[in-house]
């Protein structure tokens, strides 16, 4: 069964809520978290708005920020908002990071895609806070052997349209999606809350993939590792949302940017 907050934490920012529903849930090593666990924290992510982790959606009308052009003020707090019309390529917001959880922001221009890729067992809760986005994902029919990875995997989502506000969306190491790729339809951003994050030491690489189609087995398809497009790169950008307070013993794990 989910734990429920305190009042006084229902009172906090809705990232630090977030933030709190996660420490509770990942971070005992007793047991995996809970089905009722997982859809607690997906009615929490429901709540989450751009703005509440300092981005603007450019669909609210703001005020301008009188010591950046770039930068928007939100009308709750005045504090100054990462403009959606700036993200001219993929770009990365880290909230953030320890060995159990990770928590952050994927902003898209329109037209751009993050390529198929997996996430090694892990759960991810993601939420689409603006726009549009085509989503294509598989799971394995079977578990590839130890070496470069391909294989039979049956479609979840063939080009599906996702369109905010929707519901948040998790999948788990095995179900669910768990290979997956995004194109934006219209400039998007995308909450996501993975554990356990990704870890080269740990054996938990994030792999790429090609996918072809198998006419004759509708649903299908064949999927195999391949490198990372040259041309591919994400950019960082800062946490602008509200103060995150973390437990003394879960400080952010160091962590290297994305190349500007």
Request: hydrophobic share 40%.
């Amino acid at each position: 069964m989910a734990v429920a907050f305190p009042p006084y934490i229902m009172a906090l920012s809705k990232v630090q809520r977030l933030y709190d529903a996660c420490d509770v849930v990942f971070s005992s090593p007793a047991a995996a978290p809970t089905l009722g666990e997982i859809r607690w924290l997906q009615k929490i992510l429901d709540d989450v708005e751009a703005e509440d982790v300092g981005i603007d959606d450019g669909e609210k009308p703001t005020l301008s920020s009188p010591s950046s052009s770039d930068d928007e003020l939100s009308p709750k707090s005045g504090r100054a908002l990462l403009p959606a019309r700036a993200f001219t390529r993929i770009t990365y917001v880290h909230i953030h990071q320890c060995d159990d959880f990770s928590i952050g922001v994927f902003c898209f221009p329109a037209g751009a895609t993050l390529p198929l890729h997996d996430h090694p067992e892990m759960v991810v809760l993601s939420k689409l806070l603006y726009g549009s986005v085509r989503v294509r994902s598989y799971d394995w029919v079977a578990e590839p052997p130890p070496g470069r990875k391909c294989g039979l995997a049956r479609a979840v989502a063939a080009d599906e349209v996702r369109r905010a506000p929707c519901e948040a969306s998790v999948l788990f190491p095995t179900s669910g999606g768990n290979l997956h790729a995004f194109t934006a339809v219209t400039p998007c951003a995308i909450l996501d809350v993975l554990t356990p994050p990704y870890s080269e030491e740990q054996g938990r690489p994030s792999t790429y993939f090609t996918d072809v189609t198998i006419p004759s087995l509708p649903g299908f398809a064949f999927l195999e590792e391949t490198d990372l497009p040259e041309d591919f790169s994400v950019a960082g950008a800062p946490y602008l949302g509200p103060d995150l307070t973390v437990d003394m013993d879960d400080d952010d794990d160091d962590y290297d940017d994305y190349d500007e």
